[in-house]
């Protein structure tokens, strides 16, 4: 699985999300993501991985090996 696949599924499902995917081991099985989404709030750190698990589709575990994932609430500015 490619990175940009990975990102679009993400996307998808959190249309208003930063993703950032890093290829760990250059292998194009182990990545780690982050995800910056607004969809998170109120959420556990939990419930938020369960977001981005759930946007993959069942692909985790099978065409996907292994995804390290951390999750963020964007940064507010106040002017």
Do not use: N, W
Not at 22 to 45: E, K, W
Not at 51 to 69: D, F, I, N, P, T
Request: proline share 4%; hydrophobic share 45%; no cysteine.
């Amino acid at each position: 699985m490619q990175p940009e696949e990975i990102s679009a599924f993400i996307k998808a499902a959190l249309p208003d999300a930063e993703v950032t995917i890093t290829d760990l081991a250059g292998d194009g099985d182990h990545y780690a993501a982050h995800v910056v989404s607004d969809a998170f709030r109120g959420l556990s750190r939990v419930k938020q991985h369960q977001l981005v698990y759930a946007s993959l589709q069942g692909r985790m575990g099978g065409v996907l090996h292994a995804l390290a994932l951390t999750t963020a609430l964007p940064e507010t500015t106040s002017a």
